[in-house]
DNA sequence: TAAGATTGAGCCTTCAATCTTT
DNA sequence: AAAGATTGAAGGCTCAATCTTA
């Protein structure tokens, strides 16, 4: 703990109203909608080219990184933002597809590591080309550079808070 | 891949290249990752407080604010961007809860409407409560004034385009 | 025929309990 | 006891079929 640490609350800094102003709720409402708007866009393209849910690309793009090492479903989970019992249900899908094969994890008799299989990877590599498409179409049809930049970074201003 | 999936493009068909760039799929990713932590924020707030999920509140301000004359299930639909079905689930929950209640409607006898009870006006007003405050938590707190009306610009723009 | 709305069946998500290993 | 992971049961979402009225 160092002094910089410290925060010196004044009487004036406790926030006495938790009332979001107008632009505040707007900014929410408007993040729904446009989520809600876009990610139905993407899911409806690779349901209609006869592809796999979103959900299953983020598996296989993790797995194929990470190559023949592997991951354990707590890394995965880590990285998806998933529950515990999210991350087992849908790795068990792929695996039944045939798209990731779990191996007995050495050195942790708990758990398994997963790897994904030569039809995995060919299944994400389809899925891109529908995904690819799809994202151009919601994000890169509308917004120019500077703007998915400043998109981004209010964004990362969400979810991680730098006060 | 099958001979039936080619396509066979003429030249002069391809405006340019479907890819999108780091940028565009920057901004994607980072609209998923600010929808799944902040939405599930919220969510979680709400629960803790042993208040019903988000999508309830929905269609209880959207009745509170029409009033007596109440509104057809297929409007709600309209405003809420939920299917068919989907709302006529939502609204059967609610109406068990004894939150709405559906009249039949005058006029067309397909339909009924829906009007919030006094009961469903009094859960609203708790509800705001809660996720009035975790908006500010995720939104407010994070960004200025001209920063959220800079993301409300931005999203608007993915759902409208205008060109 | 189309529009408004509901529903049975199947799949996915969630909760809570459980199991194994650390 | 805690961490990694799974699972039965309950509830929510989706698909497709259905029903009634316009």
């Not at 004036?12 to 446009?34: F, V």
């Amino acid at each position: 703990m160092v002094a910089s640490d410290l925060k010196v609350n004044a009487i004036a800094c406790i926030p006495k109203t938790m009332k979001p102003t107008d632009a505040t709720i707007k900014a929410w409402t408007s993040l729904l909608r446009a989520h809600s708007v876009t990610f139905s866009f993407v899911e409806a393209a690779l349901k209609d080219q006869k592809q796999p849910p979103l959900a299953w690309y983020d598996v296989l793009l993790e797995l194929e990184r990470v190559g023949e090492k592997g991951m354990r479903p707590f890394e995965l989970q880590n990285e998806l933002l998933l529950p515990q019992y999210g991350t087992s249900r849908l790795l068990g899908r792929l695996e039944k597809a045939g798209y990731i094969k779990s191996h007995a994890c050495e050195g942790d008799g708990r758990g398994q590591t997963m790897v994904i299989t030569p039809l995995g990877r060919q299944v994400r590599k389809q899925m891109w080309a529908v995904y690819s498409k799809a994202i151009e179409q919601v994000v890169g049809r509308n917004l120019d550079q500077a703007e998915a930049k400043t998109l981004s970074m209010l964004h990362s201003k969400l979810i991680s808070p730098n006060e």
